[in-house]
T-cell receptor
Framework: AQKITQTQPGMFVQEKEAVTLDCTYD???????LFWYKQPSSGEMIFLIY??????QNATEGRYSLNFQKARKSANLVISASQLGDSAMYFC?????????????FGAGTRLFVKA | DTAVSQTPKYLVTQMGNDKSIKCEQN?????MYWYKQDSKKFLKIMFS???????INETVPNRFSPKSPDKAHLNLHINSLELGDSAVYFC??????????????FGEGSRLTVL
């Protein structure tokens, strides 16, 4: 069963606007971590933001914030004030604390296009 | 100073050949990984080592053999290469201690093309 689901294969956003990339996950663990990574066209994988399952506050890192809704098992990434350099693939990922060992699993990704 | 470095960045080879990819991290992390990214950009874990011990071995053909000589190095050897092995192979590392879950630090990837 798919544990990380990203339902948007591609998204367009106008420069300077905000965009939300969706991610839902499936786990029976109480302890887990959720991550977002960015992969620009150059190919490297860049860590953006982390949310722990016990964190009560939504994580924020600069223009990135993670909208964590535990009951809905969703961990959407919000990018505010989009820039042309935000055009990239974005991956949601999860590691389960107790049963997941050291395995981080990834969603299929969302390709974001920022329009000038 | 690159945190996670992989060599080579590009490999082009014929079917049936054997190739190796090397990875080194200077972050002092305990855990290292190999991920495979296919042409559709899907990332799948292959192997993980924690302090030189193999802890994750996904359903990967026996032709793939990882080796970790020490906790800073993780190599991947592939025998009898097939067309379907063409992909980008990422090395990554993480530090998981005290119950905290660490993010992955990725190398730049090694693009393998099998002709």
């Amino acid at each position: 069963a798919q544990k990380i689901t990203q339902t948007q294969p591609g998204m367009f956003v106008q420069e300077k606007e905000a965009v939300t990339l969706d991610c839902t996950y499936d786990t029976s663990d109480q302890s887990y971590g959720l991550f977002w990574y960015k992969q620009p066209s150059s190919g490297e994988m860049i860590f953006l933001i982390y949310q722990g399952s016990y964190d009560e506050q939504n994580a924020t890192e600069g223009r990135y914030s993670l909208n964590f809704q535990k009951a809905r098992k969703s961990a959407n990434l919000v990018i505010s004030a989009s820039q042309l350099g935000d055009s990239a693939m974005y991956f949601c990922a999860m590691r389960e604390g107790l049963t997941g060992g050291f395995k981080t699993i990834f969603g299929a990704g969302t390709r974001l296009f920022v329009k000038a | 100073d690159t945190a996670v470095s992989q060599t080579p960045k590009y490999l082009v080879t014929q079917m049936g050949n054997d190739k190796s990819i090397k990875c080194e991290q200077n972050l002092g992390h305990d855990t290292m990984y190999w991920y495979k990214q296919d042409s559709k950009k899907f990332l799948k874990i292959m192997f993980s080592y924690n302090n030189k011990e193999l802890i994750i071995n996904e359903t990967v053909p026996n032709r793939f053999s990882p080796k970790s000589p020490d906790k800073a190095h993780l190599n991947l050897h592939i025998n009898s290469l097939e067309l379907g092995d063409s992909a980008v192979y990422f090395c990554a590392s993480s530090q998981d201690a005290g119950g905290l879950i660490g993010e992955l630090f990725f190398g730049e990837g090694s693009r393998l093309t099998v002709l």
